[in-house]
């Protein structure tokens, strides 16, 4: 399917559990289908299927989660190492590494294994202003409990809240793009500035590998947020915090070597023993669906972004589930069929929001009935991060390639001289010969990468 800009008319879903097939961008002459083995729908206006019925996302998740997912004995020796890394790049600082921590739970869970596998970190929350008072008390109780150090980075809200109705008069899809955007510069620039080249994620492929691009755009987008902002905000930033592209993708990784590190990805990660075993031992408390730790993104993934564009996230976490083998299709079906808000609650987040924004209930209600528009339709660097991403996951694949290449060679080399000391000189010099050519391999890869980067 192809975006079709001319349905950009508020969906005005349902919100009760009855099934949403109608959504913004998607063409109104086409047919409404769900894939066959994950639980996505032509409600992703970018969705394509196979002649089985099967989607996209369940094909991206064969061919390029899979081999880069390790919840195996594989995954245990590469955790290892990188935690040796981690652990040696430490000696002598009073930290190794550095978490961001919403207080949700793959954050929270993170945090503890962490100090479990023995590192020293320390801890950045960014409040954005929406944070839940059940996030705080997460995020508290278990630095507290672990014993590690805390520093809570507070976003100006008169700027945060003048970025945040700026994105709400636009009628664009992703209205997470402030706080996600504050959330990753201001952590970033904190890792940089206290120099701590280690950023440990909680991100990971067991619980979040599908998200349909056309539903969210890329948060880390400087030129998209600051245009809007200046089309719609009525206020001069100057503290808010924001990445540059170059920042992002240069100078903190390549000159600052910046590494961020997503260990989940190497144990066998399942979001409903991480919850048991934070509810248990470390007095986290939930606080009802998936990055509903702050009330904006409740407000919106609930409420804002099915109700107006008709993209139900539930659709995109449930799904990841199902491919990641964490839930049948069918349990992810049963519980979709949930309703989005129950009771008071959204009249309740309805006024809170409108209050903590500054506008009339009225006003916000206007707001959501006005016709959707789409990110394209704004300012923006797609093509050069698309081109930028395509090119330093390339020399990335390239660099461990000829890492790989390089190995086999070099222990065989090591072999061989290992013998030939005991064999005398032409051993010797067999051995220095064949890890000779391991060196040139490895050097080769990195400066072919090193070209591929233009550098
Ligand atoms: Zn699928």
Known sequence: ??????????????????????????????????????????????????????????????????PAWFPNEEGARKLAAM????????????????????????SSYIAVKVVEWGLRPLVVHVDA????????????????????????HVVDWEEMKDVQLAFMRSNVANQDVPQDHAFFAALYSY????DIKYVISGSNFATESILPQAWGYNAMDIKHLESIHKEFGTRKLKSFPRVGFWDFYFRFPMVKGMKVLAPLNFIEYDKEEAMRILERDWGWRYYGGKHYE???????QGYYLPYKFGYDKRKAHLASLVVAGQ????????????PLYTGNMLAEDKAFVSKKLGISEEELEKLIHEPCRHYSEFPHNEGQFELWHGRYQKALALRSKAKQISGLPKVMGNKVLATGRRGGAYGKALGNKVLRQAVRMRNYGKAAARKMLGR
């Not at 890792?191 to 206290?194: F, G, H, L, P, V």
């Open 83 to 106: 935690l040796a890394e981690v652990k040696a790049y430490g000696k002598g600082k009073e930290y190794d590494c550095i978490i961001g921590m919403s207080g949700g739970i793959d």
């Open 129 to 152: 202003g929406w944070n839940s008072e059940l996030a705080v008390q997460n995020i508290e109780e278990i630095t507290r409990r672990l014993g590690i150090d805390l520093v809570t």
């Open 327 to 338: 839930m049948t299709r069918e349990q992810a079906l049963k519980e979709l069929e949930k």
């Open 294 to 300: 702050s009330r904006w993104t409740r407000f919106f």
């Open 1 to 66: 399917m192809t975006i079709d800009l001319t349905n950009a008319l508020p969906a005005c879903a349902p919100l009760d559990g009855s099934p949403i097939t109608e959504a913004a961008f998607v063409s109104k002459d086409s047919l409404y289908q769900v894939c066959t083995r994950c639980i996505m729908d032509t409600t992703d206006p970018l969705i394509e299927f196979d002649e089985d019925g099967v989607c996209n996302h369940c094909k991206y998740f064969e061919n390029n989660i899979t």
């Open 191 to 194: 890792a940089i500035k206290s």
